[in-house]
């Protein structure tokens, strides 16, 4: 298995309060990924790391803002939490980006009430 | 037109039958192919990775690219209760990767 640690794996939080997801990787892999997981949507990428201090957006970052500190280390964070934000999140890992593979976390779940 | 088309299922078979999984995707640039499998409540795990056209083999799995027809497969032989899963087909070129939304298959014992 992929060296790949989500916390937590599961979070109920309030509508409108800031949620930090964390992906922690023992691979030293350059890339680092974040998705959603939805019904009928399948995997949406939300924000992407391609080294330390460097990320971009994805198709679904409107709400969401990441930071990279640290090569093993990428956080996802919820602003501000709402109900649309419901969801299955998961991390992946790429050594040399698309083109290679990709390795995913076992997931975040999290529900906004 | 969607770039990577999956059926969703569900598909249910027989243990012991011959599985066959199959995508389509519409970009001509994708030169990666990939294979996910996904248990319940679990994240996707990679089982094969193809590179252009061509078959690739992995015990009881077999992917298969036609870059002439866009079509990608797997082929699962001697099914097991165990492959009961989701599977997802994913292309990709140097700047993206595209997920298929998923095939849920059910072996029946």
């Known amino acids: 298995d992929a060296g790949i640690t989500q916390s937590p794996r599961h979070k109920v939080t309030e509508t409108g309060t800031p949620v930090t997801l964390r992906c922690h990787q023992t691979?030293?892999?350059?890339?680092m990924y974040w998705y959603r997981q939805d019904p009928g949507h399948g995997l949406r990428l939300i924000h992407y790391?391609?080294?330390?201090?460097?990320?971009d957006k994805g198709e679904v970052s409107d709400g969401y803002s990441v930071s990279r500190s640290k090569t093993e280390d990428f956080l996802l964070t919820l602003e501000s939490a709402t109900s649309s934000q419901t969801s299955v999140y998961f991390c992946?890992?790429?050594?040399?980006?698309?083109?290679?593979?990709?390795?995913f976390g076992e997931g975040s779940w999290l529900t906004v009430v | 037109q969607k770039e990577v088309e999956q059926d969703p299922g569900p598909l249910s078979v027989p243990e012991g039958a011959i599985v066959s999984l199959n995508c389509t995707y519409s970009?001509?640039?994708?030169?990666?192919f990939m294979w996910y499998r996904q248990y319940s409540r679990k994240g996707p795990e990679l089982l094969m990775y193809?590179?252009?056209?061509g078959n690739k083999e992995d015990g009881r799995f077999t992917a298969q690219v036609d870059k002439s027809s866009k079509y990608i497969s797997l082929f699962i032989r001697d099914s097991q209760p165990s492959d009961s899963a989701t599977y997802l087909c994913?292309?990709?070129?140097?700047?993206?990767?595209?997920f298929g939304k998923g095939t849920r298959l059910h072996i029946l014992p």
């Open positions: 992946a890992i790429s050594e040399s980006g698309y083109g290679n593979t990709i390795y």
């Open positions: 691979e030293n892999h350059r890339y």
């Open positions: 790391s391609y080294g330390v201090k460097d990320t």
């Open positions: 970009n001509s640039a994708f030169q990666y």
């Open positions: 193809t590179y252009s056209s």
């Open positions: 994913a292309s990709s070129s140097y700047d993206k990767i595209i």
